[in-house]
């Protein structure tokens, strides 16, 4: 057998995935996130269209959005493994583009809103479209980068909680550049554990690179509506 489709050791001694493993899940991740965003504009869209969203309290908004989110995640890792993995998580998707509609509308409420929107957009796919570039081009090992990636994010939720009472405009520009560049060094490092077969189930795969791009596109979002809305 050609050795390099044959699974190779990884630094702690177990196999790694070979090479047409790797490239089946990088190439279904692909796929699942591609289809994620169905549900995640028409949770977007209801969301907007019938104000459920806005009728929330920023309290209660928020211990519904992190109540659910969590929720969700932990059915989608216990399910990953069975055919119920895949409607899960589109359900997931379909919750997170709900809770996303207060933002959005937020947004389009402004007289370029549609055009922030459309900007928000085409900055998280060339953010997506460059680290999954830089993930081919990168040889080494950037595994580790994953838990000071995580400390940071942990580190924005909080100070994200806080935000939510404190209204602070300067902060939460603040939080949204912190966030997009966090975000996106977690696409690069969750595509590149897909392309080193340290991640070899691509629900879980797409779940992380899902969140990433979520943050990303929320963040840019509200940096655009708050640097660059305009009422009239």
Excluded: C
């Excluded at 796919?125 to 570039?133: C, K, Q, S, T, V």
């Excluded at 909680?161 to 209204?167: D, L, R, S």
């Excluded at 520009?173 to 975000?183: E, K, P, Y």
Aim: glycine share 12%.
């Amino acid at each position: 057998m050609n050795s390099s489709q044959s699974a190779y050791p990884s630094s702690f001694g177990a196999p790694l995935a070979s090479v047409q493993e790797r490239n089946r899940v990088l190439r279904n991740t692909y796929w699942l996130l591609a289809l994620s965003m169905v549900p995640t504009v028409l949770g977007a869209w209801l969301g907007v269209a019938t104000g459920l969203t806005r009728a929330l309290s920023p309290g209660i908004g928020l211990m519904v959005f992190l109540g659910g989110a969590f929720g969700f995640m932990y059915a989608i890792e216990k399910t990953k493994n069975s055919a119920a993995g895949v409607p899960v998580l589109l359900a997931f998707t379909f919750f997170m583009g709900l809770m996303l509609s207060r933002l959005v509308g937020s947004v389009l409420g402004l007289s370029n809103g549609a055009s922030l929107v459309m900007t928000a957009f085409a900055g998280t796919g060339g953010i997506f479209l460059g680290m999954a570039m830089l993930s081919t081009v990168i040889k080494r090992d950037i595994s580790a980068m994953g838990k000071w990636l995580f400390v940071g994010a942990i580190g924005l939720l909080v100070v994200g909680i806080a935000n939510v009472f404190i209204q602070s405009s300067a902060l939460m520009m603040t939080l949204s550049v912190a966030a997009i560049g966090i975000f996106s060094a977690f696409i690069l490092h969750d595509l590149k554990r897909v392309k080193d077969g340290l991640e070899t189930n691509y629900i879980s795969a797409t779940l992380g690179v899902y969140l990433s791009l979520y943050n990303v596109f929320q963040s840019l979002l509200a940096l655009l509506g708050i640097a660059g809305g305009r009422d009239e």
